[in-house]
């Protein structure tokens, strides 16, 4: 029994890693990278922390709790995806097979869960039941973050869906402890 769980995580990790040289393959292009390494960078935090600063300067006592969501949310996502990492201890697609790689560098060495995404998804989420019309600049953006993980190299594409599951989970959590 053993033999055969090993056998589907071999199966699984080979068409995982198929998958991620079709996507890099076709989104090698030069403007194509360069948007989804700029999409990458501002999925570093730089849009969250942004939109958290100002939610606290001008949203009142809504942007106030809004804030406070993600702030939870975000070292809760942190904990999560760092242990789950630990753990796993899966490599990344570029360090796996190098051909894959980009100028955009890693901001660690595991592959699994997609740290990113992981944000994306949840912050969007709390965003969005806050202020439903913020969806429409921010779902774009969150499906170009996940997208960008694969596109760079930097993660599988099962990476990024357990990313998008736990994303999810976290945000319901958090908006039930907010409640």
Do not use: N
């Amino acid at each position: 029994m053993l033999l055969s769980i090993r056998r589907l995580s071999k199966q699984f990790c080979a068409s995982d890693l198929r998958l991620t040289r079709r996507v890099r393959r076709l989104s090698d292009q030069r403007l194509t990278l360069a948007f989804f390494a700029a999409v990458s960078r501002l999925g570093d935090g730089i849009v969250w922390y942004a939109l958290m600063l100002a939610l606290l300067l001008f949203g009142g006592e809504s942007g106030s709790r809004a804030t406070l969501q993600m702030a939870l949310l975000g070292i809760t996502s942190l904990l999560v995806y760092k242990g789950l990492k630990r753990l796993s201890r899966r490599p990344r697609p570029l360090a796996v097979e190098h051909a894959l790689g980009t100028r955009v560098a890693p901001l660690d060495e595991f592959s699994f869960p997609s740290g990113h995404t992981l944000h994306a998804v949840g912050f969007t989420l709390v965003l969005t039941a806050h202020y439903p019309e913020s969806g429409l600049l921010l779902w774009p953006f969150c499906a170009c973050v996940a997208m960008s993980r694969v596109v760079l190299g930097l993660h599988y594409p099962s990476d990024v869906l357990a990313a998008i599951g736990l994303g999810w989970v976290l945000s319901e959590i958090s908006s039930q402890l907010m409640l």
